[in-house]
């Protein structure tokens, strides 16, 4: 006579029952597939800039800094990106080979360096994407250039009040204002500015410079990316 397996079970006492139900759960339990570490999920900026430092995220964006342009003060390859909730800085040890206006996916891990928000990224975790979009530049007041503004890509337009000071091969310090309040503008040695040009902008002229909206530990700078960024009306 043949039994079968409920049969048989229903035979056995009631320990062995037992013993016999919890092995096949466990075998049960160990032929499911390893999940593996959970996967980010892909956010806005604007909500990758609030996350914890250490946090793993997934972001996509425009190109508004292409990559090494801020490399000669920052020591590092990396870009920024915006999309329509926010702007960010993504730090990169090697330089890739898309300019402006490039769509690209980053995954990375948030982090704070000289107080400004930035993305920690490498070169396998940067995608780029089909489509192109040249970011229009915010306009703003230098007074207003702060932690709202942070990784954003802002123009300005103010006089010059103070002497330009040269801190190479960093860059340039230049302070202006529009009389909302004092802000510097910081051209980067390696963003390919003219430093006879940089030297006619004497105290009290006016000059309209687009770039982005970052800071150095508690200086806010604007940090223009190309001499197109300077615009020195006569």
Request: charged share 20%; aromatic share 6%; with cysteine.
């Amino acid at each position: 006579m043949t039994l079968s397996s409920s049969a048989f079970s229903s035979r056995l006492p009631m320990g062995a029952r037992f013993l016999l139900l919890t092995l096949s759960v466990v075998l049960a339990a160990c032929e499911q597939p390893d999940p593996g570490p959970e996967q980010p999920q892909s956010m806005t900026i604007a909500e990758a800039r609030g996350r914890a430092n250490g946090t793993k995220v997934i972001v996509e964006g425009y190109v508004t800094v292409q990559p090494g342009t801020f490399v000669s003060a920052l020591e590092n390859e990396g870009f920024a990106i915006q999309d329509n909730t926010g702007g960010i800085y993504v730090k990169l040890a090697q330089k890739l080979g898309f300019g402006l206006g490039a769509r690209v996916r980053v995954t990375g891990t948030l982090n704070d360096e000289f107080n400004v928000r930035i993305l920690e990224s490498e070169p396998g975790s940067v995608e780029t994407l089909s489509g192109t979009q040249q970011v229009e530049a915010k306009d703003v007041r230098t007074g207003d250039v702060g932690e709202s503004t942070e990784g954003l890509l802002v123009r300005i337009s103010a006089k010059v009040t103070r002497p330009i000071n040269a801190e190479l091969p960093y860059g340039y310090e230049l302070y202006v204002d529009d009389g909302s309040g004092e802000v510097q503008v910081y051209f980067h040695g390696s963003a390919g500015f003219d430093p006879a040009t940089l030297n006619t902008l004497s105290e009290g002229k006016t000059i309209q410079v687009t770039g982005l909206s970052t800071q150095y530990e508690t200086t806010l700078e604007v940090a223009p990316r190309q001499p197109s960024d300077l615009e020195v009306p006569l």
